[in-house]
């Protein structure tokens, strides 16, 4: 047997030796075995290296979670270049900021995403399911354990996203590792997550490198129905979600936790009275809350959580794995004591290589610490336990976390002072860490400026990920500072909600539009009773979507996909696509009338 370097495709490789008519991954509509995979792979691969992609280069991959993702993603490692995963939601100006940032050579990806992008043809390879209906010469295997796999874009405080350099040692690691999550060969892992999103990695790459199976989730957005039924569909044992999703689910009682065996919890403070509750309601379930940036790949510590852990305190994040290591420091980088809480640096063999073209970013994050080696400053506060496991107790700066997203606020304000009508803008998170979290923009307008919020908003939303759209907005004649002539973001996170007051107009509501404006109402938090009212317009976002879009399943008996859901985001037009589902639902043969 060939000896297996660290690098993805041989991890991949050695189990299409081992086991080539074993199940590597299913979208539903395509089934691939580790030998199918490796050939399709290979095939496109050949074909890349024909258009001059070897390493060095970097190529862009905007597709769908699906089996041909997979396919793709293989298939750039083993020609020796660098996947950028694009995110089908951004808009096209942040694609195309991307792949200029990246210098990306090619895209690859599905027809209409591809045409939506505006790239030009001639930097673009559209996918099949099993690669590409064009053929190459000879199969080649660039991949090495040193170079970078994957370029992921996180939120940057100038306003320009940075990207982060995973290379394949580190990727390699965090899948292979004994002492991480536990996976087997008769697993079957969801990956659910979006593609650039860096949870992705471990969900579809750790099942591939051990054995396993991936089942892919296809729907663009799926609700929590959607996902269940996909696990019950898929067989899936293992999974991982935010914890914002977490919550949700939590407070449902969702049956997803009774169908897995093995549930990873992260992104953001885990609340102790919803993991106490799923484990007292499920005791069989093996849930593990985990943490992690991309900057150290994916997830840097884990802990099985134990009803104890539930009782009070924060729920612990755990101890490092798969090569990581974790220092608790304080100013002047000196360990500080036990159970006192300092900053967590993070370091060992899983961290990136640092940021592209960003050298000063690079020296400032990452630094060789005396008698430690490299590490990265993580910019979390954490204490460790007696028992050696670390809390999470904050940040040192204004990074923030919403629904499991990385922001930096500084972004979304540099994005606002572009507009000619903003004089001033700061953005805060107000009810951080709670399910209704909301990223609040604070705005002073330009003198004589008469422009709408929601212009504002519309406008940002051309340009901007949609998770780095304030769903709140308040307008300000002046922005509050300290003593020290600082913007006050405390007193703006904590001071009431703008949206709160906020009334719609009275309108007639039909009966189905009732129905939805009182979903709304639950979600929002406050009335609402105008049919022309817009979800997102009102402090919506995705993941009180998916509550909406569960309490309709419940009260009505039919579903709105998330995609439709968002895609009709007006009282109304919910309706009109609710009564379409009654009236389908009505007329099947059989079907008990209303």
């Not at 399709?40 to 024909?50: D, N």
């Not at 080649?140 to 940057?156: F, H, K, M, R, W």
């Not at 044992?237 to 169908?259: D, E, M, N, P, Y």
């Not at 919506?540 to 859901?565: Q, T």
């Amino acid at each position: 047997m060939t000896p297996v370097r660290p690098t993805l495709p041989a991890l991949v490789a050695r189990q299409a030796e081992q086991h080539p008519t074993a199940l590597a991954l299913t979208d539903g509509a395509t089934y691939l075995t580790y030998r199918e995979l490796l050939d399709a792979s290979g095939r496109l691969a050949a074909v890349l290296a024909s258009r001059g992609v070897g390493p060095g280069s970097a190529v862009g991959l905007l597709c769908a979670r699906s089996a041909r993702f997979a396919v793709a993603q293989l298939a750039v490692w083993r020609a020796g270049a660098l996947v950028v995963p694009l995110d089908p939601a951004y808009p096209r100006p942040r694609i195309a900021e991307m792949t200029e940032d990246a210098d990306v050579r090619l895209v690859l990806g599905d027809k209409a995403l591809l045409a939506d992008a505006g790239l030009p043809a001639e930097r673009t390879l559209v996918l099949t399911e099993r690669g590409t209906e064009e053929t190459g010469g000879a199969v080649p295997d660039a991949a090495e354990p040193d170079a970078p796999a994957l370029l992921y874009y996180t939120s940057g405080s100038t306003g320009r996203p940075k990207g982060v350099l995973v290379p394949h040692r580190a990727v390699a690691d965090l899948v292979t590792a004994p002492d991480g999550l536990p996976l087997f060969p008769r697993d079957r892992v969801l990956f659910h997550s979006t593609p650039s999103f860096d949870a992705a990695t471990f969900e579809l790459w750790a099942p591939l490198a051990r054995g396993a199976a991936v089942a892919v989730s296809p729907a663009e957005r799926p609700s929590a129905e959607e996902l269940v039924r996909d696990i019950e569909r898929f067989g899936a044992t293992t999974a991982f979600i935010t914890t914002a999703l977490f919550h949700h689910l939590a407070a449902k009682q969702s049956r997803i936790f009774g169908v897995l065996r093995t549930l990873a919890v992260g992104g953001e403070a885990l609340a102790p009275e919803y993991a106490g509750a799923v484990l007292r309601a499920f005791p069989w379930l093996e849930l593990y809350n985990v943490y992690g940036p991309t900057e150290a790949t994916t997830f840097t510590t884990a802990h099985r959580i134990a009803p104890a852990d539930c009782e009070g305190g924060p729920v612990p994040i755990g101890r490092p794995f798969g090569g990581a290591s974790a220092l608790v420091l304080d100013e002047r980088l000196a360990p500080v004591e036990p159970g006192t809480v300092g900053e967590l640096w993070i370091g060992g063999g899983r961290l990136a290589q640092g940021y592209l073209d960003r050298p000063e970013l690079t020296d400032e994050r990452f630094r060789d610490l005396p008698g430690s080696g490299r590490a990265y400053r993580s910019g979390d506060l954490v204490r460790q336990r007696p028992d050696g496991a670390l809390e999470f107790h904050g940040r040192t700066d204004d990074q923030v976390k919403v629904r499991g997203f990385r922001i930096e606020p500084g972004e979304v304000e540099q994005a606002l002072l572009r507009f000619a009508e903003v004089a001033e803008a700061a953005v805060v998170v107000r009810r951080a860490g709670q399910p209704d979290a909301a990223l609040t923009a604070c705005v002073v307008l330009a003198e004589g400026a008469g422009v709408a919020v929601e212009t504002l908003r519309t406008r940002l939303a051309e340009r901007l990920p949609a998770h780095l759209v304030p769903t709140a907005w308040a307008v300000l004649a002046e922005l509050p500072l300290t003593g020290s002539g600082k913007v006050d973001r405390r007193s703006l996170a904590t001071a009431p909600d703008p949206s709160a007051d906020r009334t719609t107009a009275e309108a007639e509501l039909t009966p189905i539009q009732q129905v939805v404006a009182e979903a709304w109402s639950r979600a929002l938090e406050r009335p609402i009773t105008d049919p022309a009212a817009d979800f997102l317009a009102e402090g919506g976002h995705s993941l009180l979507a998916m509550w909406v879009v569960d309490d309709l399943r419940e009260d009505l008996g039919v579903e709105l996909s998330l995609a439709d859901f968002l895609g009709h985001p007006t009282v109304a037009g919910q309706a009109e696509l609710l009564e379409r589902a009654l009236r389908a639902a009505d007329d099947t043969p059989g079907a008990p009338q209303r």
